[in-house]
């Protein structure tokens, strides 16, 4: 693994473990930003286009929508998997003239901007006036299936290291799963309005499934990088051993998340 920042090499297992799980994430989000037939919608970080996939099965044929990314593995495995147009782009710049669309999403991806101001800034300039914003992030905090990864990842890297490394793929993740902190940020970027409903959601997954699904974030990402190939497999293994030693498989995993919808003033 080149850079445990990118997502190109963990695309495929996004695409395979996530994003079925993500699915009724997007159609609640695409509901409750309510766009029209004709809308012209721009998804940014897009990931593999789960949501930009919800927009155009709630808005019909006549919708146009694109996903851009900034990764090149995870268009790729999206345009196998949901085809639609779809650009390599960098979320903080984006190429578009002012005003372009009437609905701007993204789902999941704040938390990792470095730069989220701009990013919401740059988003809300190319949204028409009295255009739609609408944004999903998760609310933060541990269940027992996420504290037991940490610890083993932990047990693994060296705990300091490890919080770094967290901070360094998801700098705004604390602060988004406080819908005030939402709220106020998308208020700061021109969006006013602005609607956040708290919903929790219910994902079951075999052990092998949540592991892999875990190997494809952040704190996965980074702790292979770490042990190296042969490494990373024989922690994954004994991390296994342990999933399987302390919960029933399949395991049952409840997810809190924020939906944001707002209007650009």
């Known amino acids: 693994m080149n850079d445990w920042r990118s997502y190109d090499e963990t ?41 930009a996939a919800a927009v155009r099965a709630a808005a019909g044929n006549r919708s146009r929508v694109i996903g851009v990314d900034r990764s090149v593995g995870m ?34 991806a704040l938390h990792i901007f470095t730069k989220h101001e701009t990013a919401l800034f740059d988003m809300t300039r190319v949204l028409r006036p009295g255009g739609t914003i609408a944004v999903s ?21 060296g705990k300091d290291m490890l919080v770094t490394a967290s901070a360094d793929a998801a700098p705004g993740r604390d602060r988004f799963s406080d819908p005030n902190n939402l709220d106020a940020a998308l208020g700061r970027a021109g969006i006013d309005k602005v609607e956040i409903e708290k919903r ?54 409840f997810n809190d998340a924020l939906l944001a919808v707002g209007i650009k003033e």
């Open 11 to 51: 695309a495929a297992t996004y695409e395979h473990v996530w994003a079925p799980r993500f699915a009724d994430i997007s159609k609640d989000l695409v509901e409750m930003a309510a766009p029209s037939p004709d809308v012209r919608v721009l998804d940014v970080a897009t990931g593999t286009g789960v949501t």
């Open 200 to 253: 929790e959601y219910r994902f079951r997954f075999t052990v092998d499934e949540y592991l892999e699904g875990l190997g494809a974030t952040g704190r996965g990402r980074f702790v292979r990088q770490m042990l190296g190939e042969a490494g990373y497999a024989a922690f994954m293994e004994r991390t296994a051993a342990e999933f399987r030693s302390r919960f029933a498989d399949p395991l049952t995993d």
């Open 75 to 108: 268009l790729r495995a999206g345009q196998e998997a949901r085809p639609g147009p779809r650009a390599l782009v960098d979320v903080l710049d984006l190429p578009f003239a002012d005003g372009a669309f009437d609905l701007v999403t993204c789902s999941f």
């Open 137 to 157: 992030v998760w609310t933060g905090g541990e269940d027992t299936f996420s504290a037991a990864w940490r610890e083993l990842v932990e047990a693994a890297v």
